[in-house]
């Protein structure tokens, strides 16, 4: 007899590849795909980045909106765990932070694909500070009410990430100069940026066991 | 760093989301200091201490022998 938890897993696996296929489907069928294959690459990267966020921010907004939701669709949550107002605060604002940062991500491709250009491409741009600045001060103030692991876990996504885009920036940028290697496009810098960041921060989550 | 925070806490009749909730941290810390995944500041080394009213040396155990001080 298999694991409980193992058994939970599998099912739930089930789940989601039933309904990621009749998404996709449907996503097909209203022209989704024709619809992004139309974009540029780089945008094409980041508005996957952004899904991913927007799916990511919407899970941790929904299981935090009661505890009782909580306890039900949080992988690692185990009975007696501290889950009072300020805790499922916390996670909301979390996921908050991820769907802002999807909002950012999808913003200015859209603008360009909508021809938004001259006045609108202004207005579209100080929306976008406006956002990003709101952004940032969510970040703080989950950076501040985060407890010492969680901001252990940051501030190591931070070195981590910071060294290896360095690293990576460096080499990309010699092999450009010396005629070996394309130019790239700040928007794909950025698109790269994120997803390293990302997957180095869920590597710093998983080594210091936040899933456990 | 090695630790007994596992044994005290079972001594004390606590589960890892007890004792987070003392502490004000949340039940991933207490598990990532028990399997030895993260070293606890030191107030959180110094509450861990009190609560279990024990010195922190007794909690982390540590076998580095300091050298002898030149006028000791």
Redesign the interface.
Known sequence: MADPGIRRRLVRAAIGAVVGLALGFGAGEIGLFDWLSAMPGEDIGSTAVAGVLLLLGLFAVIAASSSALYRRMAE?Y?????LDGS?LRYLRTSGVVMLLAAVLLLAPPLAVRYGLTGDAAIAVAAGMAALLAFQVWLNLRVMRTS????R?AMAEASVASFWLLQLGLFGWAVLAKLGLAANVSLWTLMTLSTVIYLIVSIVAAI?????? | MKNRLRVLRAEAGL????L??LL??????I??VE?D??D??LP?AMRLSKIFGVPIDVIFLDDWIPPELPNG
């Open positions: 690692n185990r009975e007696g765990d501290p805790v407890d010492e692991l969680s252990a080594r210091r066991g936040m899933f456990a | 589960s890892q989301g007890d987070a909730g004000g941290v949340s039940r991933q810390t598990n990532a399997t995944k993260y606890p500041s959180l």
